[in-house]
C-alpha cells in the first residue's frame, strides 16, 4: 500500500510518558490501516469506532476528507450515510463482488450484455479459421485505417 | 368469435421464421427494434386471450367470485367454451405472471448486485478495469452505465482492437439494449412460443453493437478479429451460449462472418425481397394477433353489458 501524499513526521508529539498528541500524518496512516481491515466500505463512525473512540468524530472526517482529496480513500454513497474504503482495495473489492456476481447468477446475461459467449469445440475451430482467414488476407475487408 | 380467441396464443408460432429471417436480412438495428415489438404486442395479445377464456370458462363455477352473469349462456353460446379451457387458462394466466414476475425480480437483483459491486469507484469514470485474472468484458446498465472489463481481457487484445471492445459496450449502453432484452425476456414468459425471438432478440443486440464498434473505428476486420480473439480467450469461462448449438455455429462465429461480410444496409428491405416479404409477414401475424384479441374483449365487454341486470 502506497502512501502518497500522506506525511507521517508531520506534528509528532511529544515523547514522555503521557499520551501524546498523535499527528496529521500519523492519524491518516491509522485512518487507512483501519480501512484496509475492514471487510467492505465502512461508515465514518465505524473507523471512529476502531480508533478506540479517542477521536472526535469531526476529526475523523477531516482526516477521512484529507485522504479523499489526495485519492488515497474513495466514498461511495450508501442511503444516507458516506461509506469509505481505501483507494488500493475499492478495484480489488470491485473485482471480487463482480466475479461472485458472475459466478453465482448464470441467467446474467439479458441483464448485463457480455461481449462473447463461451464457444463450443467446433466453434472454436471455425473461429480459429475465420481469423487466420481475417489476419492473412489484409486486402479482403474495408480496412481503412491504414493499420 | 369463435376459435379467434385461441389465435393469439398460437400466432407467436410464426416467431420462428420471423427470426430467422430477421437476422438475415435485417440491419440488426431494424431487428432488434421490429423483433422486441412483435415480441410485446403478441405477448399483451396471448396475455388477453387467456384472461377471456378464464373469465368466460369460470364465471359459473361454485366460489367463483365473478358474477355468474359474466358466463350466461347468451355469452356461453357465443363464446363455446366450458368449464375444462376457463380452468387451464386460470393455470395458464398463474404460471405466465409468476413467471414475469420470477423474471423480473432477477433482472432487478442482478443489476442492483452489479451497481453494489460497482459503488467503490468513483463516479464519472464510464470504464472499469478490474484486477481479475479471468477474462471478461460486461455492459452494465444503470444511473451512469459502465463498462466492466478484467485486466485479463485488456491484456489479450491489442490496443486497436480494445477500442473495438469499448466501443461495443458503450453502444450496449447508448442504445439501452438491456431494455429490449428484458421486453423479450418478458415476452417468452408469457408465451413460450416466443422464445425464438428473445434469441434473436439476444443476437441481434449483439450485431447491433458490432456494427456500431466497426463504424467507431472505422474497421470491420479489426472488430471481427477483436470478437474472435475475445472469444477464443474467454473460451470455458464465458457465459454458455444462449442459443442451442446443435450443428450450427454459435452466435460468435456467425458475429465474425458477419464482420468479415460487407455491411448490411440500414435502410428497410424492398417489399419484393424475401427479407421485405418477411417483414410484412411477421407485421400481418401481430395484426391479425392483436386484432383477434380486441376483437375478443370488446364481444366479450358488449356481451357483459348486456348480461348484467344495471
Known sequence: ?147 | MGFFVFLPLVLPLTSLPIARLAEHHLHPRNAVRLLSWIGVTMAVCSTLALGLLFVVGTAQIPGNPLPDSWSDPEIRTAVPFHEAVGTAAVAGLVTVLTACARSLRRHLRIRARAQRALAPVPPGSELVVLPDPEPYAYAVPGGPGRVVVSTAMMDSLDADEQRALLAHERSHLANRHHRHLLAAQLASCVNPFLRPLQKAVGYATERWADEEAAGSVGDRRLTARAVARAALVTRGSGPAPSFAAFAAPGPVPRRVTALLSPALGEAWPPPASPAGLAAMVAAAGTAVSAVSALNAAVALLLLVKAATPW
Open chain 1, 1 to 147: 500500500m502506497e502512501l502518497a501524499g500522506v506525511d507521517p513526521g508531520r506534528g509528532e508529539g511529544d515523547e514522555h510518558g503521557r499520551p501524546r498528541r498523535r499527528g496529521q500524518g500519523e492519524l491518516a496512516t491509522e485512518v487507512l490501516s483501519v480501512l484496509h481491515r475492514a471487510p467492505g466500505p465502512v461508515t465514518a463512525s465505524w473507523v471512529q469506532e476502531q480508533l478506540g473512540g479517542e477521536l472526535a468524530y469531526t476529526t475523523v472526517m477531516t482526516i477521512l476528507s484529507r485522504l479523499l482529496a489526495k485519492q488515497a480513500v474513495v466514498r461511495s454513497r450508501a442511503g444516507r450515510a458516506y461509506v469509505w474504503s481505501a483507494a488500493a482495495d475499492a478495484a480489488g473489492l470491485t473485482a471480487r463482488r463482480m466475479r461472485r456476481l458472475l459466478d453465482t447468477e448464470p441467467d446474467r446475461d439479458a441483464v448485463l450484455a457480455s461481449f462473447v459467449t463461451a464457444l463450443t469445440p467446433e466453434d472454436e475451430q471455425l473461429l480459429r479459421s475465420l481469423l487466420n482467414a481475417a489476419e492473412s488476407s489484409p486486402e479482403g475487408g474495408s480496412r481503412d485505417d491504414g493499420r
